[in-house]
C-alpha cells in the first residue's frame, strides 16, 4: 500500500514540469547553512550574469531541439560575432570608428550575421536535407577558425562605452535577456510558428500533409538559434570589455546540457522556455556552489556530466511512465 | 470441403478457455478442436479475443481456466519458446525478421550451425541448410541477402521458412496478407496449399473474408471473448459471417445513399498523366458525390491521390477544383483550395503519435485561427472549434485532449485524422483506404460520417481495398488497372465481377 503510493508520488514528480525547479530551490537551500556565501550578494550577481548569456543560447537551442535538430555552430558563432561587431566599433582602427551611429551599427550587424549563419545551417539542413548534426559541427569548425584567422588571435578592446554598458551593466542585461525570453515564451506557446515547430519535431511528414511549411519554419529555428547566439556575443563582449573570438567556447555542453536537464527532449517535439530556464538555472548554481567549494575544474567537469546524464536518465524514466 | 471424419484425434483442441485482464473477461470459455492437416479460419472484430487465443496458445500468456491439448498431450508452455519447441509457430502481422541480418542469419537465428568443438559459425552448412528452407516455400534468393533488401512478400516466405525450419506441426498467420501485393498474396496461398496438402495445420486470422472463405477448411467466429459460430467453411458466406461478427445484419451497417442530383464539379482530372505510375486519368468528381477507387495494390490508386494532393509530382495533364485549375499542386496550396487528404498510413502520415489530441485535432485549422500579420493565435475560438468538431464526429468522450492521440484505439484515431481535416472545411475529401485496421463497430460509424459529409456537400473521393465499403458507400465507382482507368460503373450497375474483371484482367508477367 504504502510503496504504491509512494511510487505514485514518485511519478507525480518525475512528471511535474517544476521538478527542476524544486530541486534547484532546494540544492540552494540544502546547500546554505555549509556555503552561506552562496547566498552573498556579490555571488549571487556573479551567478545571475553568468546565467544570463547561457539562457540567451540555451533558448535558442530550445527551438532547434523541438524541431527535432541540433546545434553545435552556436558557439562558434558567439566568436565570430563578436569580433565582427568589435572590428566594426573599436576606436582603434574600427571600420566605423568614433561615428555616430557605430554601436547600433555594430548591435545590427552582429545580429544580422547571427541570423544568416542561422539561416545558412537551416538551409543546409532543409534544403540539402543533410542531418543537423553534420552540418553544425562542421560549422563549428569553420566558423570558430574564421573567428580567431580575423583577428589573428588579437582581442579587440576600445569599444564604444555605450555598447559596453548595454550587455555589462547587470541591469541592461538582464533586461535583455528577460525581453528576450518573454518573446521566447510567447512565440513558443501561442504563435502559430511554435505550435507548427512542435508538430515537426514529432512528425515532419504529418506535418508537411497537414499544410505546415516544413522547410521554412525549420529554417526560422536555427535562424532564432543564430540570432541568440548573436545576442549572447553582446553580452559576452560587453561583460568582458573585449571582442575575442573565444567568447563563449567553454559553453557548448552547458548549453546542451542545461537545455535537456530541463527537460526538452534530443528526439524532438517536447520542450519549454520555462524548463529550460530552470535547467540553466539548476547548472548554473550547481557550477557556481562547486567553485565556491574550490573543486578543480575537472571535478566540476565530472559533476556536471553525471548531472547531465542523469537528467537524460531521468528524460528516459518520464518517457516509460508517460507510455505505460 | 466436406470429407470423411478422419479416425485419428484432433491435433490441437482448446477445452472451455477463460482470459481476463483486470476483471474484464477476453475469452469466455472457447473450446474448439482442430484436425491434422486442416486450416482453420478465425474471425473477428478487433477486440474479440482472436489474438488472446493465440497468444495463450504460442505461450505468451497463461490461461485463467481451461486446458490445451496438442497432438494429444497437455499443452501449457509457459514461454514462446517452450511453444516453439512444441511444434507451433506463430507468424506475426508484424513481421519479427531482423532487417539488418541476412536470411540465413534470420533463420538461424536461435541456433546456428557450428564447426564442431569450435565457436565458430559453420558457414556453408548454414547455406545449404538455408537454401533447402528456402526452396521449401519456392524462394528463389541468395541466402547472404539482408532482409531489408526484401518485399513484404519475400519476407512473409522468409518467415514461413522459419516456421518449416523449427519443424513446426501448426502455423498460426496473423493478418499474413496485408502488406502484399495481389501477386505475393497468390504466391503465399499457393505454398499455403501445398504445406497443407503436406499436412501441415493452420490458424488463419484475417479481416479479408474472401480469403478466409476460400482458403480455409474451418471457420471459427469470436464475438467478445465468445464462440458464436464455427463449422465447415461451406457452411459461410461474408453476409452471414459478418453477421455474426458484428451480431446484426449486413443491411445496418452501411447508410443507404442516393446519387445526388446535377451539382457542380468540385475536382476534375484532365489526363493526368506520370510514367509508369498514371497514364490518361481523367474523371468529375461532383459536390456531395462519392466517387469510389477501385483497384488492386499498385494499380496506381494512392499514387493519384498523393499525385491530386500534391505529395507527388505529375509529368502531364490538369487538375481543376471547382472549375479553375490547380496548378503546381503543394499540400499547403491544396489545402487553401479546399482539399483535404486522409492518408492511407495513419501512424506514419496522418497523426503525430505522441502528440495531445488536441495537437492532433488542430494541427491543420491552426493557421485560420492565427490571423495575419503577427500570427498570435487566438486560444479560445480554437478551444470552441476543436470541441465541435470532437462532437461531430463522435470522438471518445473518455479521452481527454491533453491524452496523447495514441492512446486512442484505432478507430478514434482515424476520426481524429478525419476530424483535422473537417475543422478547415474541405469541399472535397480524398479518403486512402479510411477504415484500414479498425473494427466493424468503428467502421460503421465512419461510414455513417462519410454519408453524412457528402449529404451536406463535399465531394468525396474514396479508396478502398474493400469492396463490400465501396459497394454500400459509392455512388460511381472508378476501376484502375496499370495506372489507367479502365471501367467506370454507376451505382445500378455496380456488380461486383465487372469491378474484379476489370481490375484484373491484364495479361499476367511471365
Known sequence: MKGAWLRRQGRRALASEYLVLALSVAYFLVLLPWLPELAHPRNLANLFSRMLPLLLVAMGQTFVLIAGGIDLSVTAVIGLTSVLGASLMTADGGWMAGHAAAVPAGIALMLLTGALLGAANGAAVTGLRMPPFMVTLTSMMFLGGLAVWLTQSQRITGLPPAFLALGGKPACAFGLTLGAALFAHLLLSRSLFGRWLYAIGHNPRVAAISGVPVPTVTLAAYVLSGISGACAAILFTGRLETGSPVHGREILLDVIGATVIGGTSLFGGKGKILWTLYGVLFLTLVDASLNLMFLSDFAIRMVKGALILLAALIDALRHRYETA | ?510
Not at chain 2, 492511407?344 to 489530441?357: D, M, T, V
Request: charged share 25%.
Open chain 2, 1 to 510: 470441403m466436406s470429407s470423411p471424419a478422419p479416425a485419428a484425434p484432433p491435433l490441437l483442441r482448446f477445452d472451455r478457455i477463460q482470459k481476463s485482464f483486470f476483471g474484464v473477461p477476453v475469452l469466455q470459455g472457447i473450446s474448439l478442436s482442430l484436425d491434422q492437416g486442416r486450416a482453420l479460419g478465425l474471425v473477428g472484430e478487433n477486440g474479440a479475443g482472436k489474438t488472446t487465443l493465440m497468444n495463450i496458445l504460442g505461450g505468451n500468456l497463461a490461461p485463467d481456466a481451461g486446458r490445451i491439448e496438442f497432438a494429444g498431450l497437455p499443452h501449457q508452455p509457459r514461454s514462446p519458446l517452450e511453444a516453439a519447441a512444441a511444434g507451433i509457430a506463430f507468424v506475426h502481422q508484424e513481421l519479427n525478421l531482423f532487417p539488418n541480418l541476412s536470411v540465413a542469419e534470420n533463420l538461424h537465428l536461435t541456433a546456428f550451425p557450428r564447426r564442431r568443438g569450435f565457436p565458430v559459425i559453420h558457414r556453408a552448412l548454414l547455406r545449404a541448410k538455408t537454401r533447402a528452407l528456402l526452396e521449401q516455400v519456392s524462394l528463389d534468393i541468395d541466402s547472404d541477402t539482408p532482409v531489408e533488401r526484401l518485399t513484404a512478400g519475400e519476407r512473409q516466405l522468409v518467415e514461413i521458412a522459419k516456421a518449416l525450419g523449427i519443424e513446426a506441426r501448426l502455423l498460426i498467420l496473423d493478418e499474413p496478407t496485408t502488406s502484399l501485393t495481389d501477386l505475393e498474396t497468390r504466391r503465399l496461398f499457393d505454398l499455403l496449399e501445398r504445406l497443407r496438402g503436406q499436412g501441415m495445420t493452420m490458424i488463419y486470422i484475417s479481416h479479408h473474408l474472401a480469403d478466409v472463405l476460400r482458403f480455409c477448411d474451418h471457420i471459427a467466429v469470436l464475438r467478445d471473448g465468445e464462440l458464436v459460430g464455427s463449422g465447415p467453411a461451406s457452411a459461410f458466406n461474408a453476409t452471414r459471417l459478418i453477421s455474426l461478427m458484428v451480431g446484426r445484419q449486413l443491411d445496418q451497417v452501411f447508410p443507404g445513399s442516393a446519387p445526388p442530383p446535377d451539382s457542380p464539379p468540385v475536382l476534375e482530372a484532365r489526363r493526368l498523366s506520370h510514367p509508369g505510375i498514371i497514364d490518361q486519368v481523367s474523371f468529375t468528381l461532383r459536390a456531395g458525390e462519392i466517387l469510389g477507387l477501385s483497384g488492386l495494390m499498385g494499380s496506381g490508386r494512392s499514387e493519384l491521390a498523393r499525385i491530386l494532393f500534391g505529395l507527388d509530382p505529375f509529368g502531364a495533364g490538369e487538375i481543376l477544383v471547382e472549375g479553375k485549375p490547380l496548378r503546381r499542386p503543394r499540400p499547403i496550396r491544396c489545402l487553401r483550395r479546399g482539399l483535404a487528404f486522409v492518408t492511407e498510413n495513419r501512424r506514419e502520415e496522418g497523426l503525430c503519435l505522441e502528440a495531445s489530441i488536441a495537437d492532433n485535432l488542430l494541427l491543420v485549422a491552426l493557421r485560420d485561427f492565427a490571423p495575419p500579420p503577427a500570427r498570435w493565435i487566438r486560444r479560445r475560438p480554437l478551444q470552441a472549434a476543436a470541441a465541435r468538431i470532437r462532437s461531430a464526429v463522435r470522438l471518445t468522450p473518455t479521452a481527454l485532449d491533453s491524452h496523447p492521440v495514441k492512446t486512442l484505439s484505432g478507430g478514434n484515431q482515424q476520426k481524429v485524422v478525419l476530424a483535422k481535416w473537417l475543422l478547415s472545411q474541405p469541399r472535397v475529401i480524398i479518403l486512402d483506404e479510411p477504415t484500414r485496421g479498425i473494427d466493424v463497430g468503428a467502421k460503421c460509424e465512419f461510414y455513417q460520417l462519410i454519408h453524412d459529409l457528402a449529404a451536406r456537400g463535399t465531394g468525396i473521393l474514396l479508396i478502398s481495398s474493400e469492396m463490400e465499403e465501396l459497394l454500400g458507400l459509392c455512388h460511381r465507382i472508378l476501376v484502375l488497372r496499370q495506372g489507367a482507368i479502365r471501367d467506370e460503373l454507376q451505382r445500378p450497375e455496380f456488380d461486383r465481377e465487372r469491378i474484379l474483371r476489370a481490375a484484373l484482367h491484364t495479361e499476367r508477367a511471365p
